[in-house]
């Protein structure tokens, strides 16, 4: 599919497609004293990847982990707090000066052993996908030192300290090019690139710290990986999604639920694979309305390149039925 081709009907996986919804995740999770360390636990991690795989027989797995791993593996204190999300130890302009990149691949070897873990089990028909944060989105939780609304401590820190800014964000790109290159060679096939607040950014911001950023992790990680497909996703960039496609050599794109599938189709389908577009509280609500979304996306995207998918990921409260649902719909769609 990201190669070019149309398959009929679309592939099928979800966004945070393992997960607090899955009855099966929660039993796991009871096994580790926290997020992280879940995350880096190769025989509890393979497992929580392989779940969905498993259940739903869906065509690709998705590495167990969090975009917040990269600043822990550069040395930053990292935990996840239930009910609250991540919790980091703010950086300021001297601590990113003392940043480097050395060393990551060490610190994530939990996680490229649970690539590898996976990559034996899973079937050889299955797509096994890795990824990263982009280094944007990484950066404004290690600013804030937490996740905010619109992330205006980053986007203030970007503009009062240009400079050191910019120095972690080649920091970011370099430990993100290390990462994913690893998570390859321990046998993903794909890897994405999740720049989840790409929506707060200006236009000029968003060639600078989003496109530029990006187009130099996917021009580095395909001269170490020749051959590897990357699909990137920089949510709620609107307009700027087709700036993003042309800007960074991504080979797939995937949409939030915002993207109007008229702009996707001429827009974004006629230059690289289209991913999405669901909304994730149309999935947890389920019924009737859920089976014309699914129509929906697949009358206007399913013709041409399209891994169906989630607009974002899924949200814990879904039952497990709906999604049932949802593969059932996906997988009978004929074009």
Sequence with gaps: MLDGSVVTPPPLWLMRQAGRYLPEYRAVRSQAESFLALCLTPELATEVTLQPVRRFDFDAAILFSDILVVPYALGRAVRFVDGEGPRLEAIDAAGIGELAAAGVAERLAPVLETAARVRRQLARSKSLIGFCGGPWTV??????????????????????????????????????????????????????????????????????????????????????????????????????????????????????????????????????????????????????????????????????????????????????AHVERLVERVRGWKN
């Design 139 to 320: 950066a404004t939780y290690m600013i804030a030192g937490r996740g905010t609304t619109d992330q205006a401590p980053a986007r203030t820190f970007a503009i009062e300290n240009a400079t050191a800014f910019a120095r972690l964000i080649e920091v970011l790109i370099e430990a993100s090019v290390t990462y994913l290159v690893g998570q390859i060679e321990a046998g993903a096939d794909v890897v994405q690139i999740f720049d989840t607040w790409a929506g707060v950014l200006g236009e000029e911001d968003f060639e600078r710290w989003s496109v530029g950023p990006t187009a130099a992790i996917v021009a580095r990680v395909k001269a170490a990986a020749p051959g590897v497909r990357v699909i990137g996703f920089p949510r709620w960039a609107g307009l700027n999604y087709e700036r993003y496609v042309a800007g960074t050599g991504v080979d797939g794109v995937s949409i939030d639920w915002t993207v109007p599938l008229w702009f996707a189709r001429e827009r974004l389908q006629t230059k690289v694979t289209v991913q999405g577009n669901l909304d994730p509280m149309a999935l947890a609500v389920g019924g009737d309305q859920l089976d014309r979304a699914i129509d929906r996306i697949l009358a206007e995207l399913a013709h041409g390149r399209l891994v169906f998918n989630l607009g974002h990921g899924i949200v814990p409260q879904t039952p497990v």
